[in-house]
């Protein structure tokens, strides 16, 4: 899939206020419900707190990519918050978190889920895109800044493959 098809423009979100990472989780998942009305969001901050236990989804240099298998979707579904402030994220670099882009799969995942989990990695690894994220100042030029840069992130980013 293509990161539009993947991520609408309402499951953006700019210059959000986030107290902890537990509270940009919850952020998040409202954003993922919008697309999803029929899971509740509290199932989906559910899976997102389950996945983070398994393991820190903060990428480094300031963005992080929390993700999580959930019941009763068929697609991959994405959302994208640049917080006004960072917060700790549990980064392995320690640094603070300011990009979150926030990932829903089914709970059955083939190939093309994982493609849509490497196209991801890939953009939040472009370190031109990132930079550009973070000076947009709405919701509006946020995705149209990320849907543009999307296509131009470098290939050899790095991806992670660890998915659970």
Request: glycine share 6%.
């Amino acid at each position: 899939m293509s990161l539009e098809e993947i991520i609408k423009p309402d499951g953006v979100l700019c210059n959000a206020s986030a107290r902890s990472k537990k509270h940009c989780l919850e952020i998040l998942s409202e954003l993922l419900v919008r697309n999803n009305p029929e899971i509740a969001s509290e199932l989906i901050f559910e899976c997102l707190i389950n996945r983070e236990r398994l393991g820190c989804t903060g990428l480094d240099k300031g963005a992080a990519f929390p993700h999580c298998r959930v019941a009763g979707i068929d697609t991959s579904c994405a959302a994208l918050i640049k917080l006004s402030e960072p917060i700790d994220f549990d980064a392995a670099d320690g640094d603070p978190v300011d990009l979150v882009f926030g990932m829903i799969v089914p709970t059955e995942i083939d190939e093309s889920h994982h493609a849509d989990i490497k196209l991801v990695t890939r953009v939040l690894g472009d370190e031109g895109l990132r930079a550009r994220l973070r000076g947009m100042t709405s919701s509006n030029d946020l995705y149209e800044a990320l849907i543009d840069g999307s296509s131009l992130a470098a290939p050899e980013a790095s991806c992670r493959k660890n998915f659970a």
